[in-house]
């Protein structure tokens, strides 16, 4: 069985951001914004 990992801080505030605004889904622009990367990071 894996073991789970703990969220990166980038990986938080996306997961927060999707919860706060009940969107289930973004695009790579939408991620990009939210947490302020480039498109290949936010990939």
């Given at each position: 069985m894996p073991v789970p990992r703990p969220l990166s801080p980038l990986e938080s505030k996306l997961i927060?951001?999707?919860e706060w605004e009940k969107q289930p889904?973004?695009?790579?622009?939408?991620?990009?914004?939210?947490?302020g990367s480039s498109g290949s990071h936010a990939r």
């Open positions: 927060l951001h999707l889904v973004l695009n790579i622009k939408q991620t990009m914004a939210v947490v």
